[in-house]
């Protein structure tokens, strides 16, 4: 994740947000795991979603 998107991601909160360290740093590792999804299943990394759901029922 890039200073780019760090940015970006700061500048969305509300005005009146108080910026809880804990709130910023959870929301970051979260984009960051999307992040690295994505790119798994650019590289055909992903399982298909029928499979995903056959495996959780």
């Known amino acids: 994740m890039?200073?780019?998107?760090?940015?970006?991601?700061i500048a969305e909160l509300p005005e009146d947000t108080d910026v809880d360290?804990?709130?910023l740093s959870e929301r970051l590792h979260r984009l960051n795991q999307i992040e690295q999804a994505?790119?798994?299943l650019r590289r055909g990394e992903?399982?298909?979603?029928?499979q995903v759901?056959?495996?959780?029922?």
């Open 2 to 9: 890039g200073k780019v998107q760090i940015l970006q991601l």
């Open 21 to 23: 360290v804990e709130v």
């Open 38 to 40: 994505e790119k798994q």
């Open 46 to 50: 992903g399982n298909p979603h029928d």
């Open 53 to 57: 759901r056959e495996r959780l029922g």
